[in-house]
């Protein structure tokens, strides 16, 4: 998962109400951010941080059965 998607699930979990503007608020500002510029915008708009694990956005796990 991006960051971008963390920050979407945690909006569309939040109490805010427009949910719609808050994205859209944060895409537009964090647009062409680093990854910590990025954080801080989404804090700001939601108050804490995003929970984002950068291990688990690719990790695809395969397990052989016998």
């Given at each position: 998962?991006?960051?971008?998607?963390?920050?979407?699930?945690?909006?569309?979990?939040?109490?805010?109400?427009?949910?719609?503007?808050?994205y859209e608020?944060?895409?537009?500002?964090?647009?062409?951010?680093?990854?910590?510029?990025?954080?801080?915008?989404a804090q700001?708009?939601?108050?804490?941080?995003?929970?984002?694990?950068?291990?688990?956005?690719?990790?695809?796990?395969?397990?052989?059965?016998?």
């Amino acid at each position: 998962m991006k960051y971008v998607a963390a920050v979407k699930r945690a909006i569309d979990s939040s109490n805010i109400s427009d949910k719609t503007a808050a994205y859209e608020g944060y895409i537009k500002v964090a647009s062409g951010k680093s990854n910590s510029e990025a954080r801080i915008v989404a804090q700001d708009i939601l108050g804490e941080p995003v929970f984002w694990d950068w291990d688990c956005k690719s990790l695809m796990v395969y397990h052989r059965h016998d």
